[in-house]
């Protein structure tokens, strides 16, 4: 079975620098697709960015990018320029066939301003 | 567009009631339709899922069941609460079978006493 694993059960940025996030996962698929959400505290999930993988090139969305190691089965978030709407918990996940997500633990993020 | 509806927002129930979770989702068919659940400060568990009317999977064993009487309707039910069934219900659809985004409803929060 898939397995996801965040190392990082909380972690703090200085509003305007750089926070990486680490995530591992393990699967014997080739062909997959890896999510990082966002849970604020209203608890809604919200879909920050996603990697198909077989495309080697990292996904970037605005101030959010992904660090794609497929050998090394490594999937992590980078936060640029992070600002105070960054806090939140923030879930990596993999999707399974039948668009099945398999999460996890979180890592919650804190910005100081 | 598309929207998931998801209620209660937050409920309160004693050990040994029944429970009953809605979930719809409007503008769209045959969508794929999951349950997980988020223990405190935990990631998220895919308790069911179900690709059509009247099929449904689980995934983990437990004091929770599901259905499916329409389309775009979900419910999660039980007999008879546990303390632990506590914790944030979150409700999410896709479409087709491989790799597309889910997308979630706004949760429930279940406390049994």
């Known amino acids: 079975a898939q397995t996801v694993t965040q190392s990082q059960p909380e972690m703090s940025v200085q509003e305007a620098e750089t926070v990486t996030l680490s995530c591992t996962y393990d699967t014997s698929e080739s062909d997959y697709y890896l999510f990082w959400y966002k849970q604020p505290p209203s608890r809604q999930m919200i879909l920050v960015i996603r990697q198909e993988a077989y495309k080697q090139q990292n996904a970037t969305e605005n101030r959010f990018s992904v660090n794609f190691q497929k050998a090394a089965k490594s999937f992590s978030l980078k936060i640029s320029d992070s600002q105070l709407g960054d806090a939140a918990m923030y879930f990596c996940?993999?999707?399974?066939?039948?668009?099945?997500?398999?999460f996890g633990a979180g890592t919650i993020l804190r910005v100081k301003s | 567009s598309q929207t998931i509806h998801q209620w209660p927002a937050t409920l309160v129930q004693p050990v040994g009631s029944p429970l009953s979770l809605e979930c719809t989702v409007e503008?769209?068919?045959?969508?794929?339709l999951y349950w997980y659940r988020q223990a405190a400060g935990r990631g998220l568990q895919l308790l069911f899922y179900?690709?059509?009317?009247?099929?449904i999977s689980s995934e983990v064993p437990q004091n929770l069941s599901a259905s499916r009487p329409q389309d775009r309707q979900f419910i999660l039910s039980s007999k008879k609460l546990l303390l632990s069934d506590s914790g944030f219900y979150l409700c999410?659809?896709?479409?087709?079978?491989?790799?597309?985004?889910?997308?979630f409803g706004q949760g429930t929060r279940l406390t049994v006493v």
């Open positions: 179900s690709v059509g009317i009247g099929q």
């Open positions: 999410a659809w896709s479409v087709g079978q491989v790799n597309t985004e889910a997308f």
């Open positions: 503008g769209t068919s045959n969508p794929n």
């Open positions: 996940a993999y999707m399974e066939y039948g668009n099945k997500l398999v």
